[in-house]
């Protein structure tokens, strides 16, 4: 590992042995504030190392300590930002991705479809520092933007190959399937408790998955559960296969447990958007709808205590999504302030301030966010916001559209259905739910962007996909 480092630092023995000192000499410096930095830090340097020489490791734990990293598993706070699992894990997969592009000498920054309209979305915040309420916060959403950026740009830099995507799928279906397991047993078995976080959450018997709120919950879930059964359709193995499809039923269950009707319905229309395209996905698309009916059922009629009630909230609470007006008020502000501004927007950040002129109940209640990612760039981003939103939406259309016709008759056939299917769902979803920033949105759509561009490479004489049809083993 370190010999390999070294071959590809081209430094001559001095230069090496001065590197050496300036190591030992920063660790000894750090153990004189506290012996647990230097410890993190030499771990940090050997993890790196380790990562050089496999990229893809870093990448799927990225993506997996995304799905994982919950504002309860948070270490520390600075200000108002949370350092929990997925900062350390980001900052080491950056590093050691960053530096192996240096010595390999990779392009991070490929093209991409969507690029210039993240880029827009990114300058169009910069641009509204100069009127935002508070330009701490709007440099928070600046901030969170860049990282997505940068997550972006090094999951297309070094996803390459079918095989590569199909691991980071694996690594993105594992991870859902640990939340699921925790989720569904951490509290039985005694290896969870946040019973005091969601006091809201319980009293509705619904499941807050690790600490999160239920449509947060729900969301990071429901990404994968038509590409798990997607990833079954395609298994030659049939052990492997069946694993895929009990993976794809029990975290479907375990998301349901939320009660989060949202969460619901995207799957829904995510499943039915592959269906449409896919004879093979719709059969088992009813088989499975039949399997989540039976579940439905059982869990209203017997007495399964809080799954049963969160399965019992979606059935029972659909006609009262927009109880107590939440939902209403918070887009009234939003229009409100995209009216008071002029249709600019109020700039990055400050909603909240901005909230207490619209509705004083809303503002001193927990429910004082847009509801909506349409909204939320209404209020904030204005126009130009909603504009740019429009384009990210028809330009990711026209990438699935051109994904499928060059994925035909190949084993990613399936899978550029399902993936983009699950967007939609997502997108539907997110016209009462979540803001543009959203994690793992945009991871999703970066794997997914591989995809594309791995099946536009096959086409242009690059390697191809391997064949599969309907029904072959």
């Given at each position: 590992?370190?010999?390999?480092?070294?071959?590809?630092?081209?430094?001559?023995?001095?230069?090496?042995?001065?590197?050496?000192?300036?190591?030992?000499?920063?660790?000894?410096?750090?153990?004189?504030?506290?012996?647990?930095?230097?410890?993190?830090?030499?771990?940090?340097?050997?993890v790196?190392?380790?990562?050089?020489?496999?990229?893809?490791?870093?990448?799927?734990?990225?993506?997996?300590?995304r799905?994982?990293?919950?504002?309860?598993?948070?270490?520390?706070?600075?200000?108002?930002?949370?350092?929990g699992?997925f900062?350390?894990?980001?900052?080491l997969?950056?590093?050691?991705?960053?530096?192996?592009?240096?010595?390999a000498?990779k392009?991070l920054?490929?093209?991409?479809p969507?690029k210039?309209?993240?880029?827009?979305?990114?300058g169009?915040?910069?641009?509204?520092?100069l009127?935002?309420t508070?330009?701490s916060?709007?440099?928070?959403?600046?901030?969170?933007?860049?990282?997505?950026?940068?997550?972006?740009?090094?999951?297309?830099?070094?996803v390459?190959?079918?095989?590569?995507?199909?691991?980071?799928?694996?690594?993105?279906?594992?991870?859902?399937?640990?939340?699921?397991?925790?989720?569904?047993?951490?509290?039985?078995?005694?290896?969870?408790?946040?019973?005091?976080?969601?006091?809201?959450?319980?009293?509705?018997?619904?499941?807050?998955?690790?600490?999160?709120?239920?449509?947060?919950?729900?969301m990071?879930?429901?990404?994968?559960?038509p590409?798990?059964?997607?990833?079954?359709l395609i298994?030659?193995?049939?052990?492997w296969?069946?694993?895929c499809f009990?993976?794809?039923?029990?975290?479907?269950?375990a998301?349901?447990?939320?009660?989060?009707?949202?969460g619901?319905?995207?799957?829904?229309i995510?499943?039915?958007?592959?269906?449409?395209?896919?004879?093979?996905?719709?059969?088992?698309a009813?088989?499975f709808?039949?399997?989540?009916?039976?579940l439905f059922?059982?869990?209203?009629?017997?007495?399964?205590?809080?799954?049963?009630?969160?399965f019992?909230r979606?059935?029972t609470?659909?006609?009262?999504?927009?109880?107590k007006?939440?939902?209403?008020?918070?887009?009234a502000?939003c229009?409100?302030?995209?009216?008071?501004?002029?249709g600019?927007?109020?700039?990055?950040g400050?909603y909240?301030?901005?909230?207490?002129?619209?509705?004083?109940?809303?503002?001193?209640?927990?429910?004082?966010?847009?509801h909506?990612?349409f909204?939320?760039?209404?209020?904030?981003g204005?126009?130009v916001?909603?504009?740019l939103?429009?384009?990210?939406v028809?330009?990711?259309?026209?990438?699935?559209?051109?994904t499928?016709?060059d994925?035909?008759?190949?084993e990613?056939e399936?899978?550029?259905?399902?993936?983009?299917?699950?967007?939609?769902?997502?997108f539907?979803?997110?016209?009462?739910?979540?803001?543009?920033?959203?994690?793992?949105?945009?991871?999703?759509?970066?794997?997914?962007?591989?995809?594309?561009?791995?099946?536009?490479k096959?086409?242009?004489?690059?390697?191809?996909i391997?064949?599969?049809?309907?029904?072959?083993?």
């Amino acid at each position: 590992m370190f010999a390999t480092l070294r071959s590809r630092l081209s430094l001559p023995a001095i230069g090496w042995s001065v590197l050496l000192v300036v190591v030992q000499t920063v660790l000894l410096a750090t153990f004189v504030v506290d012996w647990r930095v230097p410890v993190v830090l030499a771990g940090g340097f050997v993890v790196t190392a380790l990562l050089l020489d496999n990229p893809l490791w870093a990448v799927g734990g990225m993506l997996a300590a995304r799905l994982l990293s919950v504002g309860t598993m948070s270490f520390i706070t600075i200000g108002k930002t949370s350092i929990g699992l997925f900062e350390p894990v980001l900052f080491l997969a950056l590093g050691s991705l960053g530096l192996r592009a240096v010595f390999a000498r990779k392009e991070l920054w490929r093209d991409w479809p969507w690029k210039p309209v993240m880029l827009a979305f990114l300058g169009w915040r910069f641009i509204g520092l100069l009127w935002c309420t508070k330009v701490s916060e709007g440099a928070k959403e600046i901030v969170t933007f860049g990282v997505i950026v940068a997550t972006s740009m090094v999951i297309i830099a070094f996803v390459e190959t079918w095989e590569q995507l199909r691991g980071m799928l694996w690594a993105w279906i594992g991870a859902c399937v640990l939340i699921a397991v925790l989720a569904l047993f951490g509290d039985s078995l005694g290896l969870t408790s946040y019973a005091q976080q969601w006091k809201a959450a319980e009293s509705g018997g619904r499941e807050t998955g690790l600490g999160q709120q239920p449509n947060w919950f729900a969301m990071n879930l429901s990404f994968v559960v038509p590409a798990t059964a997607a990833m079954g359709l395609i298994q030659k193995d049939i052990r492997w296969r069946w694993g895929c499809f009990v993976a794809t039923v029990f975290i479907f269950f375990a998301m349901m447990t939320s009660g989060s009707r949202g969460g619901a319905g995207s799957v829904v229309i995510a499943c039915s958007l592959a269906a449409l395209g896919q004879p093979l996905f719709r059969k088992w698309a009813v088989r499975f709808a039949v399997v989540g009916a039976a579940l439905f059922a059982l869990a209203a009629l017997t007495n399964l205590g809080d799954i049963g009630k969160g399965f019992n909230r979606i059935a029972t609470g659909l006609t009262f999504l927009f109880q107590k007006d939440v939902r209403g008020a918070n887009w009234a502000a939003c229009m409100g302030m995209f009216q008071d501004s002029f249709g600019l927007g109020i700039g990055p950040g400050g909603y909240i301030d901005h909230l207490a002129k619209y509705s004083d109940w809303l503002y001193n209640s927990i429910y004082r966010y847009p509801h909506g990612i349409f909204w939320g760039e209404l209020a904030h981003g204005g126009v130009v916001g909603v504009g740019l939103l429009g384009v990210l939406v028809v330009v990711i259309t026209r990438m699935a559209i051109q994904t499928v016709r060059d994925t035909r008759g190949t084993e990613a056939e399936v899978m550029a259905w399902a993936m983009p299917a699950s967007m939609a769902g997502y997108f539907a979803w997110s016209f009462v739910e979540f803001s543009l920033d959203e994690k793992p949105f945009w991871e999703w759509l970066a794997v997914y962007t591989a995809l594309h561009l791995i099946a536009r490479k096959a086409q242009t004489g690059g390697t191809p996909i391997p064949p599969w049809r309907y029904g072959s083993p």
